[in-house]
């Protein structure tokens, strides 16, 4: 099971959300056909810590985040918040405990209502819950505005279209905090936005997880992004994880190929940079209706060997929290940074 | 083109003068592009570097003569091979595209049709401009399409752009491009809505058709490490003006214009330890319908004076590299402007109170 197995997983009595073997499959109409999207994933997050789920688009990142929100439920596999399976949960049980799971989406935009006043949409989670008088309503809607950096006397009374893009991200993120969520996954929350505001947006999140304690899931294509933002890393290739550990270790010293050729395809900003002898990867992402057997990296894999088509690797550890599924991993390669 | 002046053999490959490009609308007049100049030498690759609303993308699209004439002003000189272009109607300018310039945009899937086979999609211009019959025009598609990287070509042609991955539609569209042989290409965000894997494929390919045909490049994006490795010259633009320009190394090597700088240094990157706070650059860029008296930039600068909120700068330049700065990074000037800031303790993109003394000096 390539990308498969729970040896980076914690101590389960620890972690907030812990999903263990999470498999997604859609069905294609009616030719019995099936999409892998997400196969047998398994993540834990601690209190507190923000886990960078990294993967380029079809990876099954976004599905993953996806599933662990119940939107949809998983095809199998467990979802436990704190003490609840969030897959065995009724509909009633689980809006119950939906407050505590919030998430961000990409487009800013488009994930407000044009046609609502900014204050009724920050403070919708409060009036859905009951939660307080509706002066106590309308000030922590200020307070939280406050503390995203939105002015609340300027802005109540006008609607998304009125802002920009970074103004609505942080809009976005003020009405994911009033219900005081432990668990925020944010799904590509800056790559929609300018390099100048990402910075902005990236620090607020920042600031936001340790006002409000969060736990995080951070899912993005940025490597260096996630770098930046994750306690952890989790790297994903069609539907699997490929590697977890700790982000200046993994980026350091990637063991799987695919990680090392991700880091290398980044330009970076600096013409004088060596461009080394990266070959660049070849190929395409397989379809996730058929993935390859073994190793589903094999087909774009430069070290394939036969062992790779037949069996599938297995999480290992080969550093201090830093685990890879690969039956080659690479060893002491320092990417050149 | 068929009108080409005498001397075009000794004129650069395209030349622009002061182009201003204005759209009316109904909130009032927007300058989009705000006169820019530059030239173009043949197979050089300029990049233009700009956030959303810098007006990188107008000033390609203005260049091309792809804007629509209601309701947008155009100011200037294009010069393509020493013939201005401003002014030519759609079908003088027919002759232009394609075979003089070509454009690859941002999103593949919508600048393909996607009701229209691939095959169709890349003969059309062979055909339009070369006039070659069915077979040749069939025969050179299948060739782009392997020198572009597409496997299995002579099967491709006759699919539609769906069935395709973006990657591959990406190949299609540079294919297209370069069908009837431009001398530029202008690659607006050619690779922003790919992945890094195969962004890095992309550019890669641009980079090696660019040598083989000997073609020049206008790379128009938003990242500084795309660019950093392509390009002979970089145009940096914030609030439809060029506020730094200068050859590649020489930009990264020394960064004058104090946004170039705040760019750079807001951007994560992958060498920086991880949880390293961003030093990011507050407010957001100038609102184009009224844009602010002084320097478009200094509501947001470190190093902000009040002659910045006051007066215009220029661009300056020396020894081919310019800017647009009272106070540029690296001056005595610039020095004193921080140390001001930093001793009165004020927030980024508020002066010091009290006039400073001397005007920055370079």
Same mark, same amino acid.
């Given at each position: 099971m390539a990308g498969s197995g729970t040896a980076h997983l914690r101590d389960a009595s620890a972690s907030l959300l812990r999903a263990e073997n999470i498999v997604v499959e859609f069905? /294609? $109409?009616s030719t019995g056909l099936k999409v892998h999207a997400v196969s047998d994933v398994s993540l834990d997050l601690l209190p507190g810590e923000t886990l960078g789920l990294v993967g380029e688009s079809g990876s099954g990142k976004s599905t993953t985040g996806r599933a662990l929100m119940q939107m949809?439920?998983?095809?199998? $596999?467990s979802v436990l918040l704190e003490k609840h399976d969030l897959t065995k949960l009724s509909g009633s049980e689980l809006r119950? /405990?939906?407050?505590?799971?919030?998430? /961000?989406f990409q487009d800013p935009i488009s994930s407000l209502n044009p046609r609502r006043k900014v204050t009724d949409i920050v403070a919708e989670p409060l009036r859905i819950w009951k939660r307080g008088t509706s002066a106590e309503q309308a000030a922590l809607v200020d307070k939280t505005l406050e503390s995203v950096g939105i002015d609340p006397e300027g802005a109540r009374s006008r609607r998304p279209s009125e802002f920009s893009g970074g103004q609505c991200q942080r809009i976005c993120i003020a009405r994911s905090l009033m219900l005081e969520p432990k668990l925020l996954i944010c799904d590509e929350p800056v790559s929609a936005l300018d390099v100048s505001v990402q910075a902005q947006i990236l620090n607020l999140l920042q600031d936001m997880k340790e006002r409000y304690g969060l736990t995080m899931l951070f899912i993005a294509h940025d490597l260096a992004v996630v770098k930046n933002v994750s306690d952890r890393v989790a790297v994903m290739y069609l539907g699997k994880l490929c590697e977890v550990g700790n982000p200046d270790r993994l980026y350091a010293s990637p063991a799987h190929p695919y990680t090392k050729t991700l880091l290398d395809s980044i330009p970076p900003p600096d013409p004088d940079a060596p461009k080394g002898d990266f070959a660049g990867l070849s190929g395409e992402i397989p379809s996730p209706v058929a993935p390859p057997s073994g190793c589903r990296f094999r087909t774009r894999c430069p070290n394939a060997k036969e062992l790779c088509a037949q069996v599938e690797p297995v999480m290992t550890e080969v550093g201090e929290d830093h685990f890879v599924a690969c039956h080659f991993p690479l060893e002491g390669t320092a990417v050149s940074l | 083109m068929t009108d080409t002046s005498p001397h075009s053999q000794n004129s650069p490959l395209l030349e622009v003068r002061n182009l201003s490009t204005s759209f009316r609308?109904?909130?009032g007049v927007v300058h989009a592009v705000d006169d820019v100049s530059f030239?173009?030498?043949r197979g050089?690759?300029?990049g233009v570097v700009g956030e959303s609303g810098s007006g990188k993308t107008v000033l390609s699209r203005s260049v091309m003569g792809l804007l629509p004439d209601r309701n947008v002003i155009r100011e200037g000189q294009v010069l393509y091979e020493g013939t201005n272009v401003i002014g030519y109607n759609e079908k003088q300018m027919s002759h232009v595209w394609g075979a003089e310039m070509a454009m690859i945009f941002q999103d593949p899937m919508t600048s393909l049709n996607p009701v229209m086979k691939i095959g169709k999609q890349i003969t059309e211009s062979l055909r339009h401009h070369l006039g070659v019959d069915k077979e040749?025009?069939?025969a050179t598609a299948t060739a782009l399409l392997r020198q572009v990287g597409i496997p299995e070509p002579e099967r491709r042609l006759n699919e539609y752009p769906h069935q395709l991955s973006g990657g591959m539609r990406q190949r299609v569209t540079i294919a297209i491009a370069l069908a009837c042989g431009p001398k530029i290409l202008f690659a607006d965000e050619p690779t922003t809505a790919l992945d890094v894997t195969v962004q890095a494929q992309i550019l890669d390919l641009l980079d090696d058709l660019q040598r083989d045909r000997h073609m020049a490049m206008i790379l128009v994006s938003h990242d500084l490490g795309v660019v950093a490795s392509r390009t002979d010259e970089i145009m940096v633009m914030y609030g439809g003006k060029v506020v730094e320009q200068a050859a590649t190394s020489d930009l990264f090597r020394s960064m004058k214009m104090p946004y170039t700088e705040a760019l750079l240094r807001s951007i994560p990157r992958i060498e920086h330890p991880s949880h390293t706070r961003l030093e990011a650059i507050p407010g957001r860029p100038p609102n184009l319908l009224s844009p602010p008296k002084g320097c478009n930039f200094a509501p947001r600068c470190r190093y902000v004076?009040?002659?910045?909120?006051?007066?215009?700068?220029?661009l300056e330049s020396a020894s081919g590299h310019a800017w647009r700065c009272w106070y540029p990074v690296g001056s005595e000037g610039n020095r004193e402007a921080l140390a001001r800031n930093t001793a009165a303790g004020v927030p980024v993109g508020v002066p010091a109170p009290g006039a400073m003394s001397s005007a920055g000096s370079n």
């Open positions: 069905p /294609i $109409g949809p439920s998983p095809t199998s $596999g119950e /405990i939906r407050p505590q799971m919030q998430m /961000i | 609308t109904e909130r030239v173009l030498e050089q690759t300029l040749e025009a069939k004076q009040e002659k910045c909120l006051n007066e215009e700068p220029p």
